[in-house]
DNA sequence: ATCGTGAAAAGCGCCCTAAG
DNA sequence: CTTAGGGCGCTTTTCACGAT
Protein backbone atom coordinates (compact mmCIF):
# COMPACT_ATOMS: atom_id res chain seq x y z
CA UNK A 1 0.00 0.00 0.00
CA UNK A 2 0.71 3.65 -0.77
CA UNK A 3 0.67 5.93 2.25
CA UNK A 4 0.54 9.11 -0.04
CA UNK A 5 -2.25 10.62 -1.77
CA UNK A 6 -3.63 8.86 -4.29
CA UNK A 7 -6.01 11.71 -5.38
CA UNK A 8 -8.20 14.56 -4.72
CA UNK A 9 -11.26 15.63 -5.18
CA UNK A 10 -11.83 18.56 -7.17
CA UNK A 11 -15.27 20.35 -8.96
CA UNK A 12 -15.02 22.16 -11.67
CA UNK A 13 -16.39 25.32 -9.70
CA UNK A 14 -13.66 25.60 -8.26
CA UNK A 15 -12.09 27.00 -10.81
CA UNK A 16 -14.11 29.61 -10.98
CA UNK A 17 -12.59 31.36 -8.21
CA UNK A 18 -8.81 29.22 -8.26
CA UNK A 19 -5.64 29.17 -10.46
CA UNK A 20 -5.07 25.41 -11.03
CA UNK A 21 -2.09 25.37 -8.10
CA UNK A 22 -4.72 26.91 -5.54
CA UNK A 23 -7.06 24.32 -6.53
CA UNK A 24 -4.85 21.32 -5.74
CA UNK A 25 -3.58 22.70 -2.35
CA UNK A 26 -7.12 23.81 -1.51
CA UNK A 27 -8.87 20.67 -1.87
CA UNK A 28 -5.83 18.35 -0.46
CA UNK A 29 -6.71 20.99 2.59
CA UNK A 30 -10.48 20.88 2.62
CA UNK A 31 -9.91 16.81 2.46
CA UNK A 32 -8.79 17.28 6.25
CA UNK A 33 -10.14 20.53 7.01
CA UNK A 34 -14.01 19.75 6.10
CA UNK A 35 -14.17 16.77 8.58
CA UNK A 36 -15.40 17.13 12.02
CA UNK A 37 -13.91 13.97 12.71
CA UNK A 38 -10.52 15.72 12.20
CA UNK A 39 -11.55 19.21 14.61
CA UNK A 40 -12.19 20.64 11.49
CA UNK A 41 -8.75 21.94 10.52
CA UNK A 42 -5.42 20.87 8.48
CA UNK A 43 -2.05 20.15 10.55
CA UNK A 44 0.66 19.74 7.72
CA UNK A 45 4.21 21.04 7.34
CA UNK A 46 4.77 22.52 3.46
CA UNK A 47 6.95 19.60 3.03
CA UNK A 48 3.93 17.42 3.43
CA UNK A 49 2.13 19.49 0.55
CA UNK A 50 4.89 19.41 -1.46
CA UNK A 51 5.70 15.94 -1.07
CA UNK A 52 1.73 14.97 -1.52
CA UNK A 53 1.34 17.10 -4.60
CA UNK A 54 4.09 17.41 -6.59
CA UNK A 55 4.66 21.11 -5.77
CA UNK A 56 8.35 23.17 -4.61
CA UNK A 57 8.00 24.77 -1.31
CA UNK A 58 7.91 28.03 -2.91
CA UNK A 59 4.39 27.18 -5.07
CA UNK A 60 2.86 25.77 -2.41
CA UNK A 61 3.87 28.89 0.56
CA UNK A 62 2.50 31.26 -2.32
CA UNK A 63 -0.84 29.23 -2.93
CA UNK A 64 -1.39 28.99 0.27
CA UNK A 65 -1.30 32.78 1.07
CA UNK A 66 -3.28 33.50 -2.00
CA UNK A 67 -6.00 31.05 -0.77
CA UNK A 68 -5.94 33.25 2.53
CA UNK A 69 -5.87 36.35 0.64
CA UNK A 70 -9.08 35.04 -1.06
CA UNK A 71 -10.70 34.10 2.42
CA UNK A 72 -10.95 30.34 1.15
CA UNK A 73 -8.44 29.50 3.92
CA UNK A 74 -8.15 30.90 7.65
CA UNK A 75 -4.98 30.67 8.92
CA UNK A 76 -5.85 29.59 12.61
CA UNK A 77 -3.35 30.44 15.65
CA UNK A 78 -2.34 27.23 17.23
CA UNK A 79 -2.64 27.02 20.67
CA UNK A 80 0.87 28.16 22.91
CA UNK A 81 2.30 25.04 24.30
CA UNK A 82 4.89 24.99 27.17
CA UNK A 83 8.56 24.20 25.73
CA UNK A 84 8.95 21.28 27.80
CA UNK A 85 9.71 19.46 24.70
CA UNK A 86 11.84 21.86 21.53
CA UNK A 87 11.49 19.04 19.01
CA UNK A 88 7.41 19.11 19.12
CA UNK A 89 7.13 22.60 19.35
CA UNK A 90 9.03 23.05 16.56
CA UNK A 91 7.17 20.64 14.64
CA UNK A 92 4.19 22.44 15.55
CA UNK A 93 5.38 25.97 14.74
CA UNK A 94 5.83 24.82 11.27
CA UNK A 95 3.10 22.80 10.37
CA UNK A 96 0.29 24.69 8.78
CA UNK A 97 -2.88 25.35 10.90
CA UNK A 98 -5.68 26.01 8.24
CA UNK A 99 -9.23 26.03 8.46
CA UNK A 100 -11.94 26.47 5.97
CA UNK A 101 -12.35 29.88 5.04
CA UNK A 102 -15.49 32.58 5.12
CA UNK A 103 -15.69 32.16 0.98
CA UNK A 104 -18.98 31.07 -0.13
CA UNK A 105 -18.16 28.59 -2.59
CA UNK A 106 -15.19 27.55 -0.13
CA UNK A 107 -17.33 26.75 2.37
CA UNK A 108 -19.95 25.20 0.24
CA UNK A 109 -17.38 22.88 -0.88
CA UNK A 110 -16.14 21.91 2.00
CA UNK A 111 -20.07 20.92 3.25
CA UNK A 112 -20.88 18.85 0.16
CA UNK A 113 -17.05 17.11 0.23
CA UNK A 114 -17.73 16.25 4.30
CA UNK A 115 -21.32 14.93 3.05
CA UNK A 116 -19.88 13.14 -0.19
CA UNK A 117 -16.99 11.56 2.50
CA UNK A 118 -19.24 10.10 4.68
CA UNK A 119 -21.35 8.65 2.23
CA UNK A 120 -18.27 6.78 1.08
CA UNK A 121 -17.38 5.57 4.32
CA UNK A 122 -20.93 4.40 4.86
CA UNK A 123 -21.55 2.95 1.31
CA UNK A 124 -23.21 4.46 -1.08
CA UNK A 125 -26.96 4.94 -0.55
CA UNK A 126 -28.98 5.99 -3.72
CA UNK A 127 -32.28 7.08 -1.73
CA UNK A 128 -29.34 9.57 0.35
CA UNK A 129 -28.41 11.14 -3.10
CA UNK A 130 -32.24 11.41 -4.27
CA UNK A 131 -33.56 13.45 -1.14
CA UNK A 132 -30.21 15.10 -0.97
CA UNK A 133 -29.35 15.96 -4.26
CA UNK A 134 -25.79 17.43 -4.34
CA UNK A 135 -25.56 21.05 -4.98
CA UNK A 136 -21.36 20.24 -6.45
CA UNK A 137 -20.14 17.10 -7.94
CA UNK A 138 -16.40 15.75 -7.77
CA UNK A 139 -14.41 14.09 -9.44
CA UNK A 140 -10.91 12.59 -8.46
CA UNK A 141 -7.88 13.83 -9.70
CA UNK A 142 -4.94 11.26 -9.98
CA UNK A 143 -2.17 13.01 -7.94
CA UNK A 144 0.41 10.28 -7.42
CA UNK A 145 1.30 10.41 -11.19
CA UNK A 146 3.17 13.69 -10.35
CA UNK A 147 5.24 12.44 -7.07
CA UNK A 148 8.72 11.92 -8.35
CA UNK A 149 9.69 8.21 -7.75
CA UNK A 150 13.43 8.64 -7.67
CA UNK A 151 15.77 11.73 -8.35
CA UNK A 152 17.38 10.35 -11.16
CA UNK A 153 13.91 11.54 -12.86
CA UNK A 154 15.34 14.52 -14.65
CA UNK A 155 11.95 16.09 -15.35
CA UNK A 156 12.14 19.35 -17.54
CA UNK A 157 11.08 22.72 -16.03
CA UNK A 158 7.74 23.69 -15.37
CA UNK A 159 6.57 19.73 -16.19
CA UNK A 160 4.55 19.68 -13.60
CA UNK A 161 2.77 23.03 -13.98
CA UNK A 162 1.58 21.24 -17.22
CA UNK A 163 0.77 18.39 -15.97
CA UNK A 164 -1.28 19.31 -12.88
CA UNK A 165 -3.21 20.65 -15.35
CA UNK A 166 -3.47 17.76 -17.82
CA UNK A 167 -3.95 15.68 -14.86
CA UNK A 168 -7.39 18.16 -13.14
CA UNK A 169 -8.84 17.76 -16.83
CA UNK A 170 -8.10 13.92 -17.31
CA UNK A 171 -10.60 13.79 -14.33
CA UNK A 172 -13.44 16.36 -15.75
CA UNK A 173 -13.54 14.19 -18.27
CA UNK A 174 -13.19 10.88 -17.02
CA UNK A 175 -15.59 11.86 -14.80
CA UNK A 176 -18.12 12.91 -17.39
CA UNK A 177 -17.20 10.15 -19.39
CA UNK A 178 -17.79 7.23 -17.06
CA UNK A 179 -21.48 9.25 -16.58
CA UNK A 180 -22.54 9.29 -20.14
CA UNK A 181 -21.47 6.07 -20.75
CA UNK A 182 -23.01 5.01 -17.83
CA UNK A 183 -26.20 6.55 -17.37
CA UNK A 184 -26.70 7.81 -21.17
CA UNK A 185 -24.81 4.61 -23.01
CA UNK A 186 -22.80 7.37 -25.21
CA UNK A 187 -19.53 9.21 -25.77
CA UNK A 188 -19.50 12.60 -24.29
CA UNK A 189 -18.96 16.01 -26.36
CA UNK A 190 -17.17 19.54 -25.45
CA UNK A 191 -16.26 22.10 -27.37
CA UNK A 192 -12.46 23.64 -26.47
CA UNK A 193 -14.59 26.91 -25.60
CA UNK A 194 -16.50 25.46 -23.37
CA UNK A 195 -13.42 23.71 -21.71
CA UNK A 196 -12.16 26.72 -21.56
CA UNK A 197 -14.95 28.57 -20.16
CA UNK A 198 -15.14 25.96 -16.83
CA UNK A 199 -11.25 25.82 -16.08
CA UNK A 200 -10.98 29.49 -16.83
CA UNK A 201 -7.91 28.67 -19.23
CA UNK A 202 -7.37 29.98 -22.37
CA UNK A 203 -8.70 27.99 -25.40
CA UNK A 204 -4.95 27.28 -26.60
CA UNK A 205 -4.04 25.56 -23.15
CA UNK A 206 -7.10 23.83 -23.28
CA UNK A 207 -6.20 22.07 -27.02
CA UNK A 208 -2.31 21.89 -25.91
CA UNK A 209 -3.47 19.64 -22.96
CA UNK A 210 -5.99 17.64 -25.30
CA UNK A 211 -2.48 16.51 -26.86
CA UNK A 212 -0.46 16.09 -24.28
CA UNK A 213 -3.37 13.57 -22.83
CA UNK A 214 -3.43 11.83 -26.19
CA UNK A 215 -0.02 11.80 -26.29
CA UNK A 216 0.00 10.08 -23.12
CA UNK A 217 -2.37 7.64 -24.18
CA UNK A 218 -5.18 8.84 -21.71
CA UNK A 219 -7.71 9.93 -23.78
CA UNK A 220 -8.73 9.18 -27.69
CA UNK A 221 -10.96 11.94 -29.07
CA UNK A 222 -12.39 12.77 -32.39
CA UNK A 223 -13.43 16.30 -33.91
CA UNK A 224 -17.14 16.64 -34.33
CA UNK A 225 -17.70 19.72 -36.59
CA UNK A 226 -16.69 22.51 -33.53
CA UNK A 227 -16.94 19.98 -30.75
CA UNK A 228 -14.52 17.49 -29.27
CA UNK A 229 -16.09 14.05 -29.21
CA UNK A 230 -14.02 12.17 -26.47
CA UNK A 231 -14.28 8.55 -27.41
CA UNK A 232 -11.93 6.85 -24.56
CA UNK A 233 -11.26 8.38 -21.27
CA UNK A 234 -8.53 6.07 -19.66
CA UNK A 235 -7.73 5.77 -16.04
CA UNK A 236 -4.55 7.40 -15.08
CA UNK A 237 -1.50 4.68 -15.24
CA UNK A 238 1.64 6.14 -16.14
CA UNK A 239 2.02 9.64 -16.59
CA UNK A 240 6.30 9.79 -15.80
CA UNK A 241 7.03 9.61 -19.65
CA UNK A 242 6.03 13.19 -19.60
CA UNK A 243 6.27 15.04 -23.09
CA UNK A 244 7.82 16.32 -25.64
CA UNK A 245 6.55 19.23 -26.74
CA UNK A 246 3.37 21.42 -26.56
CA UNK A 247 0.69 21.09 -29.42
CA UNK A 248 -1.76 23.57 -29.78
CA UNK A 249 -3.23 21.80 -33.16
CA UNK A 250 -6.29 19.98 -32.64
CA UNK A 251 -6.41 18.83 -36.50
CA UNK A 252 -6.42 14.83 -37.63
CA UNK A 253 -2.83 13.81 -38.33
CA UNK A 254 -3.68 13.03 -42.24
CA UNK A 255 -5.08 16.37 -42.87
CA UNK A 256 -1.76 18.02 -40.63
CA UNK A 257 0.56 16.22 -43.20
CA UNK A 258 -0.86 17.78 -45.86
CA UNK A 259 -1.22 21.44 -44.01
CA UNK A 260 2.84 22.41 -43.14
CA UNK A 261 3.45 22.85 -47.29
CA UNK A 262 -0.10 24.85 -47.64
CA UNK A 263 1.14 26.84 -44.57
CA UNK A 264 4.55 27.72 -45.75
CA UNK A 265 3.41 28.78 -49.28
CA UNK A 266 1.14 31.03 -47.32
CA UNK A 267 4.03 32.39 -45.15
CA UNK A 268 6.12 32.78 -47.86
CA UNK A 269 3.48 35.25 -49.94
CA UNK A 270 2.62 37.44 -46.75
CA UNK A 271 6.28 37.57 -45.81
CA UNK A 272 6.58 41.24 -48.27
CA UNK A 273 8.96 43.58 -47.36
CA UNK A 274 6.95 46.92 -45.81
CA UNK A 275 6.64 50.25 -48.14
CA UNK A 276 9.84 52.37 -47.68
CA UNK A 277 7.40 54.82 -46.00
CA UNK A 278 6.42 52.10 -43.68
CA UNK A 279 6.73 52.47 -39.49
CA UNK A 280 10.14 51.09 -38.11
CA UNK A 281 8.14 48.57 -36.50
CA UNK A 282 6.92 46.96 -39.62
CA UNK A 283 10.23 46.72 -40.68
CA UNK A 284 11.71 45.49 -37.97
CA UNK A 285 8.96 42.45 -37.70
CA UNK A 286 9.50 41.62 -41.49
CA UNK A 287 13.17 40.67 -40.83
CA UNK A 288 12.23 39.06 -37.82
CA UNK A 289 9.73 36.87 -39.28
CA UNK A 290 12.43 36.84 -42.85
CA UNK A 291 15.60 35.53 -39.82
CA UNK A 292 12.81 33.04 -38.45
CA UNK A 293 12.30 31.64 -42.07
CA UNK A 294 15.49 31.34 -42.62
CA UNK A 295 16.29 28.90 -39.59
CA UNK A 296 13.40 26.62 -40.96
C1' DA B 1 15.85 21.89 8.15
C1' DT B 2 13.36 26.26 6.64
C1' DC B 3 12.97 30.65 4.50
C1' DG B 4 14.17 34.49 1.21
C1' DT B 5 15.97 36.12 -2.99
C1' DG B 6 17.22 36.43 -7.89
C1' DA B 7 17.79 34.61 -12.38
C1' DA B 8 16.67 31.42 -15.90
C1' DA B 9 13.49 28.50 -18.11
C1' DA B 10 9.25 27.27 -19.63
C1' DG B 11 4.33 27.85 -20.13
C1' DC B 12 0.50 30.91 -20.92
C1' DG B 13 -2.38 34.16 -23.10
C1' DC B 14 -2.97 38.22 -26.01
C1' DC B 15 -3.25 39.50 -30.53
C1' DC B 16 -3.23 38.75 -35.17
C1' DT B 17 -4.20 36.37 -39.57
C1' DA B 18 -6.19 32.64 -42.33
C1' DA B 19 -9.98 30.00 -43.35
C1' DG B 20 -14.66 28.58 -43.28
C1' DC C 1 -19.48 36.76 -38.96
C1' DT C 2 -16.79 32.94 -35.88
C1' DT C 3 -13.12 29.87 -34.91
C1' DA C 4 -8.40 27.65 -35.18
C1' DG C 5 -3.80 28.17 -34.57
C1' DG C 6 1.00 30.66 -34.71
C1' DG C 7 4.25 34.17 -32.79
C1' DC C 8 5.94 36.76 -29.21
C1' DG C 9 6.14 39.14 -24.88
C1' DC C 10 4.82 38.57 -20.12
C1' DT C 11 4.10 35.81 -15.96
C1' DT C 12 4.98 32.01 -13.15
C1' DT C 13 7.68 28.26 -11.40
C1' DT C 14 11.73 26.13 -10.47
C1' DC C 15 16.44 25.95 -9.18
C1' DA C 16 20.52 27.46 -6.76
C1' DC C 17 22.56 29.62 -3.18
C1' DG C 18 23.09 31.82 1.27
C1' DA C 19 21.48 33.17 5.87
C1' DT C 20 19.27 31.89 10.03
Known amino acids: MNN ?21 IFSFVAYFACDAAKGKIFKRTTASLCKNLGYSS ?5 AIESLINKSFLLR ?3 PTRERKNLKYNYIEEVSHHL ?6 YAIKFSDWLSIMLDQLRKGTSKEFYKSHPAE ?10 LQAKSKTENWKRNQSRHLHKALALHGYLFNKGYWSEKHFNSHFSRSVSFLSAVFQWSPNTIRRLINTLKSLGLIKYKIDSRRILFQKVNMVEKMRHGYKQLISQLTSTHIKSTLPT ?16 APPEEHAAFLAKMKAHQRV
Open 262 to 277: LNKHISLSALQRPAPN
Open 76 to 78: DTP
Open 4 to 24: KTQFVFMSDGLFEHLTETEAY
Open 99 to 104: KIGSHE
Open 58 to 62: NTVRY
Open 136 to 145: ISFFKVYVTA
